[in-house]
């Protein structure tokens, strides 16, 4: 990190930039909690996040061993791949994710000191224009990490024990267990701390969820979801079910849904501009996915275990279009362009089997484009099986076996009805007009603590300030923290001004505020990471982070520590 040195801190404008877009939408009286702490409930929803990784791994080797014992090499060498290929994946990504973040820095104490002299000012601004200019942005928290050479044999010693630690748990692919034991350590010290430990410990566990969640949700569609369409397979094509392959392809199943409404639930929890999901909406979530997961996986079966060369073909052309029309929405989820296509790659899997929200906005009608599709799939798949099937199967068996697929389908697309029109975080959907929800303008945002600039959030996540008394006497023409009903389309809505915040430090990024539902660009960057938990650290007043608006022109020079 590189600060610059020949000025004095600057404090925060004290009115709205021109070029940020002011709210002008009422909305409801709703606020989210002024602080959300970490409860027991989360505690048990991790512990239950391990009880599915471990039952779901388990299983699945359980059940090779069990084909290996009976000499069913094929199937084994088949279960056995869907278990280790995906597993070696992730722990590969999830190392290259540890060795950058415990990675030595190369700069020293200049930077640090810039960074503790700046964030002990009341008023501070740290920002990260320039970085590309300045070559900042190859490191992070430079200085404040420990640099080669300045901490010692004792320090140098724990280094390399930590390297040799973490290297063991990939080895032995444990990368997820220990991730969600640490962030549920980290959970439990910001619960147990006071601040400012307690909200430096709430920003790691955070951070800590996203990673997790994001590697469980990939392992899950690498490893569950073929495992899960394999299993069914054999059990259809050998007109019986042993118990091992019940028990490998409940896990796997369950491992699916899961990690879906696992995943939106932290995603939801990362962002202030938006409500957290509650845990009976994941409930309900998990089981939308678990039926119509579930009968997407059986009619891939049934059809499988008939044409195995054309249920290839059909995967590859499904995933190509799904890929291609993901494209062509032009998501905005990575840093760069090829981790971008990449990452429309990885989607393109998850909807060969179920709906994933990739863009802003309103998407019945994308979501209703992928659920007729998948229902037209369905039938057919399921169909030229029953015309098709083989005269060992009975009339009778393959009438069951339509009527499970129809419904399971049935039932998770009524669960998809329950979560959208009564458990929704953004509020109830009736019919084809407005929904309740919290929208804001994609590259700004104001903080339900006090009336912001736009494009600040509040830090830590899901940590908000109290609203203090002054605040609360405004009167509705200046409540910005509230969060309103849409009006109907043409009603003209008030404009009221804000005036921002000005004490404490603001951490100012230059970028655009990524849209929901991608990830805020400090949760993927993890540049951007290790310097807001460096600055957050040393800093005495919970920073705030600042995203630049878009079309916003050239900056006036200013004080900044650059990242």
Known sequence: MAAKSDGAPVSLRNEIPPECPSRSDPRPAQRRPAEQRYSLPDCCWTLCALLVFFSDGASDLWLAADYYLRSDYWCFALTL???????????????????????????????????????????????????????????????????????????????????????????????????????????????????????????????????????????????????????????????????????????????????IASYQKVLRDSRDDKLPMTYKAVIVQILWHLFTIGARTLAFALFASVFQLYFGIFIVAHWCIMTFWIIQGETDFCMSKWEEIIYNMMVGIVYVFCWFSVREGRTRCRMLIYSLTVFVENVALTAAWYLYRGSRTSDFYAVIMVCVVASSYALGTFFMFVYYCLLHPDGPVSGWGYIVEKEVPVESLVSPASSLPPDLVSSPPRTLQRTKGSDREQGPGVDGDVFQVRPPRGAQAPVTPLTPRTEGPVIRIDLPRKKYPAWDAHFIDRRLRKTILVLESAA????????????????????????
């Open 81 to 259: 791949v869907f278990v280790i290929v995906p597993s070696v994946v992730v722990q590969v990504l999830s190392f290259r994710w540890f060795a950058y973040d415990f990675a030595e820095t190369v700069e020293s104490g200049t930077a640090a000191a810039a960074v503790v002299a700046a964030s002990g000012a009341e008023e501070s601004d740290f920002s990260t224009k320039g970085s590309g200019e300045r070559g900042a942005g190859r490191t992070a928290a430079a200085g404040v990490l420990p640099g080669p050479g300045t901490g010692g044999g004792a320090r140098g010693c724990c280094r390399v024990f930590i390297w040799l630690f973490q290297a063991i748990i990939h080895i032995f692919q444990l990368a997820q267990v220990w991730r969600y034991v640490h962030a549920l350590y980290l959970g439990v010290q910001s619960r147990w701390h006071r601040d400012p430990e307690r909200r430096h410990y709430f920003w790691r566990m955070m951070f800590e969820s996203a990673d997790i969640s994001m590697l469980r949700l990939l392992e899950s569609f690498l490893k569950s979801a073929p495992q899960l369409v394999l299993q069914l397979s054999i059990m259809i094509q050998a007109s019986q079910v042993l118990p091992l392959q019940g028990l490998s392809a409940s896990a796997s199943l369950m491992s699916l849904a899961w990690m």
């Open 540 to 563: 005495p007043v919970t920073p705030r982070i600042q995203y630049r608006c878009l079309g916003t022109p050239k900056e006036v020079m200013e004080y900044e520590t650059t990242v």
